[in-house]
């Protein structure tokens, strides 16, 4: 019997590299790679298409963060080959939808890629989202053709529908009334008694199946709310930075406008007012001919307003805007204080979104609360709310 052989050496399995140090290594690019390790097949995808976008920022190549991305051939400079084309399929398959929405949106703001919003190609890929129409749609318009402002518009529609389809059973049921403890013969899901429904079918307990059968299945009732003749003004700044609120806006002012017994008005400025109500119902349409950007005049739109008021007593005028007034401040504080005076109830809203993140001038913003103005930020549906417990009582 032969003594059995020495074992081959059997070389140790490779070592994984750290997700942690992978993430740092997409986040500085080359020069952290010595220190992190070189990247897996599909993080090396990422990374080119990250060094495609931010491989273009002077102010990383300085701080040594990412290197400039490689020359476009021969005698060029740039940052690659690859198209705005190539480049949007590569994120939509390497990245989350979060993240393709933030790297679009950068694309166009900070880097100013406006072949995404002006090659047909390009456009017919980008997925609708509310990133892509704040950083597109809304501060590039003036950049399309026709024809590619009509593919444009798919996108408007897509997000407002989604929009809509989201906040419309938020605001409608901020109007609907408080639950009663009297019951209703009316079968509303919205208000479905479970508790009074169990309590009144006990007798049909099944314990061999350990459920109840429902034969009598309870409602509550709903107290009405009185909303004869009142009246909604939002007055929207459209300066650049209030891009998210604009949208909002439009949305918000169409889920109100066939209420019963509240008259909304649509009033957007920045040194100039523009009153949009007409075109409230579409909402489509209404955000396509916005025209963001300029100065920001808020005493004029606070004028306009009070002119637009017919019951101060039933009357609510809603100042969204981030309050850096480049107009006359002594005059929007003595135009809100003779409102607030008439019996007007006077919002200032520093952000209406579905976030309601305020970035505004707290100074004046505080000079108004002075004049009785309610200042804050909102979402979309507690501004409903505000407006249906005044309205209601």
């Not at 090396?44 to 963060?65: H, S």
């Not at 025209?291 to 637009?308: C, E, K, N, V, W």
């Not at 520093?350 to 004049?371: F, I, S, T, V, W």
Request: hydrophobic content about 40%.
């Amino acid at each position: 019997m032969t003594a059995p052989g020495p074992r081959a050496a059997v070389p140790p399995p490779p070592a994984q590299p750290d997700e942690g140090l992978e993430r740092w290594r997409l986040v500085l690019g080359a020069p952290a790679e010595r220190w992190t390790g070189p990247l897996r097949p599909g993080d090396a995808a990422r990374d080119a298409a990250l060094e495609w976008l931010y491989g273009r920022d002077p102010e990383l190549r300085e701080r040594g963060v990412r290197p400039t991305a490689p020359a476009a051939g021969p005698g060029g400079d740039g940052p690659s080959q690859i198209t705005a084309v190539d480049w949007l399929d590569d994120i939509h398959r390497l990245f989350p939808k979060e993240t393709v929405e933030r790297l679009e949106r950068d694309a166009v703001e900070q880097y100013e890629i406006h072949e995404i919003v002006t090659d047909p190609d390009v456009l017919a890929r980008v997925e609708p989202n509310p990133a892509l129409l704040q950083a597109v749609l809304l501060r590039t318009k003036h950049l399309m053709n026709p024809q590619v402002l009509a593919m444009a518009r798919r996108i408007v529609e897509a997000v407002v529908r989604d929009l809509l389809d989201r906040l419309r059973p938020e605001l409608r049921r901020a109007f609907s009334g408080a639950r009663s403890r009297r019951p209703s013969r009316l079968p509303l899901a919205r208000d479905f008694d479970f508790q009074g429904t169990i309590r009144a079918n006990l007798g049909h307990y099944q314990p061999e199946q350990r459920r109840v059968l429902i034969e009598r299945p309870r409602f509550h009732s709903r107290t009405r709310r009185h909303l004869e003749q009142w009246q909604l003004i939002l007055l929207v700044d459209q300066s650049g930075s209030m891009v998210r609120s604009v949208i909002h806006s439009a949305v918000t002012a169409a889920c109100l406008w066939s209420l019963p017994g509240l008259r909304t008005h649509l009033v957007a400025f920045d040194t100039q007012v523009v009153d949009l109500t007409a075109d409230v119902r579409d909402p489509v349409e209404l955000l396509m001919g916005v025209q963001l950007g300029g100065g920001t005049d808020i005493a004029r739109a606070a004028d306009y307003a009070a002119g637009l008021v017919d019951n101060p007593r039933r009357g609510i005028v809603a100042i969204i805007s981030d309050f850096y007034e480049g107009g006359d401040p002594y005059r929007l504080l003595r135009t809100v204080r003779g409102l607030v005076e008439q019996g007007v109830t006077v919002l200032g809203l520093a952000a209406l979104d579905e976030d309601a993140e305020p970035d505004y001038d707290r100074d004046l913003a505080g000079r108004l609360a002075e004049a009785g103005v309610h200042v804050g930020a909102m979402t979309p549906g507690r501004l409903a709310e505000f407006v249906a417990e005044k309205v209601g009582r």
